[in-house]
T-cell receptor, first 113, second 117 residues
Framework: EAQVTQNPRYLITVTGKKLTVTCSQN?????MSWYRQDPGLGLRQIYY???????DKGDVPEGYKVSRKEKRNFPLILESPSPNQTSLYFC????????????FGPGTRLTVT | AQTVTQSQPEMSVQEAETVTLSCTYD???????LFWYKQPPSRQMILVIR??????QNATENRFSVNFQKAAKSFSLKISDSQLGDTAMYFC??????????????FGTGTLLAVQP
């Protein structure tokens, strides 16, 4: 089954404790992105990657890091989480040939206290 | 910069009736994609329908159809024969067609649709 997976689905942590949210897709997509969803703001892109070892900032990159060492994986790293990073996070992937159709993971609910 | 506006934060419809969700966008580009995504209580983002800007024909997917007015920069979603399972947040989204750029989606703030039995 074609899918995007994320782990963990729920995470509660404390300020300053480094964490990683994993993302993997099995569709051989070139593009992968991370979005955060906040009430009243819709979804906003954090980082994106156009292929292995090619990443760039989206609209809200501050406080986040990413890497793309393999085509299928695109982890999101919060080196020193803060309460304003409490949000719902989505990983997404798409293909150059998919006509823009983007597939989302199930989401990770992160709470930073 | 491109923007997407959904002016209806919440809507309600009776089961089996038809409802239309509004979306407007702003861009100076001529080639782009538009989407409607559904987010049910499970929070999963589900692609409902997709429209390519260079196609004049409105996209249709079963009970879902769009009214794409390129000159007016309007992209509304019509849901026919509404079902209880249609209850969800609906997001309108825009993507530039650069043929190799970011594939970045720009989302509206969403419309929460409640289908009443």
């Amino acid at each position: 089954e074609a899918q995007v997976t994320q782990n963990p689905r729920y995470l509660i942590t404390v300020t300053g404790k480094k964490l990683t949210v994993t993302c993997s897709q099995n569709m051989n997509h070139e593009y992968m992105s991370w979005y955060r969803q906040d009430p009243g703001l819709g979804l906003r892109q954090i980082y994106y990657s156009m292929n292995v070892e090619v990443t760039d900032k989206g609209d809200v990159p501050e406080g986040y890091k990413v890497s793309r060492k393999e085509k299928r994986n695109f982890p999101l790293i919060l080196e020193s989480p803060s309460p304003n990073q409490t949000s719902l996070y989505f990983c997404a992937s798409s293909s150059l040939s998919s006509g823009g159709s983007t597939y989302f993971g199930p989401g990770t609910r992160l709470t930073v206290t | 910069a491109q923007t997407v506006t959904q002016s209806q934060p919440e809507m309600s419809v009776q089961e089996a009736e038809t409802v239309t969700l509004s979306c407007t966008y702003d861009t100076s580009e001529s080639n782009y994609y538009l989407f409607w995504y559904k987010q049910p209580p499970s929070r999963q983002m589900i692609l409902v329908i997709r429209q390519e800007a260079y196609k004049q024909q409105n996209a249709t997917e079963n009970r879902f159809s769009v009214n794409f007015q390129k000159a007016a920069k309007s992209f509304s979603l019509k849901i026919s024969d509404s079902q209880l399972g249609d209850t969800a947040m609906y997001f309108c989204a825009f993507m530039n067609h650069y043929g190799g750029a970011t594939n970045k989606l720009i989302f509206g703030t969403g419309t929460l649709l409640a289908v009443q039995p």
